[in-house]
């Protein structure tokens, strides 16, 4: 139940394409859904995060879809870039006063030139 | 403001040694939370700390420890230093109160056991 399924694991995009990676949920408590870019050799850097209450929130190219009933968020990245080439990560907050971060397995998105 | 630091940035150690890391904060941060993350890996959860207390831990053996200062800085000690030890060591400073959950993460640190 605590667990953040990611997918796909790794994702090849051509320049100027759309980028679509997508995570699940089982607890219902979850209640913060962030998305994270990690470069090669740096740490995770917060991309944009959604909570319950909106269905799409959307920063530039990026923009995070939320289906509450079906318990399910993905990152669309619009006009997707070749220094858009990192590796994703979603998570969703544990709920409550835990302030423990749930993550998922990552995705390695490679956008082709 | 100034971002989390972690030092140092790269350690190799040899297997059965000890190893200390120290993560600074975001000023004003209160929660530290430790991962480590390996080739192929995602972030694996290691512990949290919230003024000087841990709040939360992970599935790791009781060789990795931690501690948090009265100035929210933390450090992070791995004892009898495995092979498998090997990885990027991250930390992330959240305000870890109220309704913000994020988490900022440190640059790591990459630690190499030979």
């Known amino acids: 139940q605590q667990q953040v399924k990611q997918s796909p694991q790794s994702l090849i995009v051509q320049k100027g394409g759309i980028s679509i990676i997508n995570c699940a949920y089982e607890?219902?408590?979850?209640?913060?859904f962030p998305w994270y870019q990690q470069f090669p050799g740096k740490g995770p850097a917060l991309l944009i995060a959604?909570?319950?209450d909106v269905s799409e929130k959307k920063e530039g190219r990026f923009t995070i879809s939320f289906n509450k009933s079906a318990k399910q968020f993905s990152l669309h990245i619009m006009d997707s870039q070749p220094g858009d080439s990192a590796t994703y990560f979603c998570?969703?907050?544990?709920?409550?006063?835990?302030?423990?971060?749930?993550w998922g397995a990552g995705t390695k998105l490679i956008i082709k030139p | 403001k100034a971002g989390v630091t972690q030092t140092p940035r790269y350690l190799i150690k040899t297997r059965g040694q000890q190893v200390t890391l120290s993560c600074s904060p975001i000023?004003?941060?209160?929660?530290v939370s430790w991962y480590q993350q390996t080739p192929g890996q995602g972030l694996q959860f290691l512990f949290e700390?919230?003024?000087?207390?841990?709040?939360n831990k992970g599935n790791f053996p009781g060789r990795f420890s931690g501690r948090q200062f009265s100035n929210s800085r933390s450090e992070m000690n791995v004892s009898t230093l495995e092979l498998g030890d090997s990885a990027l060591y991250l930390c992330?400073?959240?305000?870890?109160?109220?309704?913000?959950?994020?988490?900022?993460f440190g640059p790591g640190t990459r630690l190499t056991v030979t």
């Open positions: 959604i909570r319950p």
């Open positions: 998570a969703a907050s544990n709920g409550g006063s835990n302030y423990q971060l749930i």
């Open positions: 992330a400073s959240s305000l870890g109160q109220g309704n913000t959950y994020e988490q900022y």
């Open positions: 000023s004003g941060h209160r929660s």
């Open positions: 607890n219902t408590a979850f209640d913060y």
């Open positions: 700390y919230f003024s000087e207390t841990q709040r």
